[in-house]
């Protein structure tokens, strides 16, 4: 049995010793032992002990001084704020700061190296990032009232931190931190937010909430036992350590991948087990469980923490122009091209599997729209924008962004695609008419086909590699002969070099060549359903949104199938 964290050690008003890792072997499930995290630790090049990222400005001193009361000064952990205040208020922060916790606070200078039991903050007016466990000020790149130095801070915590992140919203006016908070969340780091309900001012708590990117909701005073908790379970003190092998044999990640399987018809089975187990160990840390058993005792009973684990599991990381300089080298190369071939009025149809929460088909439509106006012609542009998860696509849909996701598109463009809204950015509605948003399972659902371009980017890394060969088949299925395949760039068309010709390597865009190889696409990779029967009270597409896809023959598909509507 797997030895559990000692509660006495966790009360908030407790002092204990500075963090060690926990390691042990976990009840029936994967072990972690501490001497191999230390030789693994070769590859952290940033602090190696937890640094925690607080945000938070209107009502913010109070909710820090609720927060650092309630923490023990020698947690073994380094606290890195900032309040997002005028600059006159930001510069008192660090003595009234000093009045309510024994730890040293500082002022943060550039380069200053972060140790455990100190508390930093950022000097006013300056953006502040994390660089291999050191701080660094820049001058701040927007101009005064379009900032968003929280969602910085988190950002870079994420880069460099990575699992061992942590990063907390308290009290405050608007959005700041949400955005941030996507790529702790993609490094698998944690997330705690004020409960809103014990915030002076609840916009920035409640933001971060209705974008599902809290682990726990707490009241700044109850933050300390979790963390305290949190960062000596195996997940955040010996990260590297996890692995998957038993002395029986058996993966203790089976009846996990079961109970999504049969509950919540998700199939997992074809995704990396390195990537999986990781993420398995993140709620386990969450949940304050040692061992997977009882961790999986935990699913069969509480359906919440079953939509929290495959929510983990499905990384919906995105952005507007995600790499830039590939989206360059896409417009400059393939986007040209196809509306300087095509004659106006022509059909140009573009598919986006994994496409998240939407960026990235509003990309594809902006500069696909840019592109048609400058040639001075018009084309019947559709985008499929598919993704197997549907709350992803419900955002999608709406299409409303918040500043911080829209920082980096030039005004211009901003202007011409987008209307501001009160604090946020709602995609335009003639540029919401090119994309057709539908749930669709690449493992699972026959694909599109004469497609012009697919992008399907930062999917197939998340996959075993004998289901990403099945699916650039599949991909190279899709588009019509000589279509383009724009892929994440850490992706590559690996062992299929007969199938797609390099258009540029670094950017990891290819031509599909040859004609529709029927002998390769074999179909589906997984079986049964997509989804759980409609007992389980998903809702139906309406007929509008539901795909027509090529037959299926044979299990094979066929071109002479008739032709998607679109
Ligand atoms: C990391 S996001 C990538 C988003 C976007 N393509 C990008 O590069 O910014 C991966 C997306 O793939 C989706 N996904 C994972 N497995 C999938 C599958 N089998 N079929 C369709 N979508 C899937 C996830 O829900 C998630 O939204």
Redesign the pocket.
Known sequence: MARRPSDKRDGANSKPKASKPAHGAARGGSKVDAPAAAKASGRRKSAEFPVVGIGASAGGIEALTRLFEAMPADSGMAFVIILHLDPTRESQLAHLLGQHTEMPVAEIADGMAIEPNHVYVIAPDSSLTVERGRLRLKEPAEPRGHRHPVDVLFAALANDQQERAICIVLSGTGRNGTEGLKEVK?QGGCVLVQDPETARFDGMPRSAIAAKLDDHVLAPEDMPKFLLRYIRHAYVAAPHAIDESTADGDSPLDPILALLRVRCGHDFRHYKRSTLLRRVHRRMGLANHEAVDDYTDLLRTNPAEMDALVKDL??????FF?DPEAWETLDKTVLASLVAERNSDAPIRLW?????TG??AYSLAMLLTERAEAAQKQFQIKIFA????DD?LKLARAGVYPEAAVSAIPPDRLRRFFDKLDGTYEIKKELRELVVFAQ?????EPPFSRIDLI?????LI?LEPQAQKRVLALLHFGLREGGYLFL?SAETVGVHHDLFEIVSKKWRIYRRLGPTRHDLVNFPLLPGPTRPAHADGLPRLPASRRLVLPKLRNGRFSTASPPPPY
């Open positions: 993609a499905m990384i919906s990381v995105t952005r995600r986006a599997p994994g496409c998240a960026e990235e598919t993704d197997s998860q992803n669709h399972n690449l493992l699972r992008t399907c980017r930062n999917l998340y994440g």
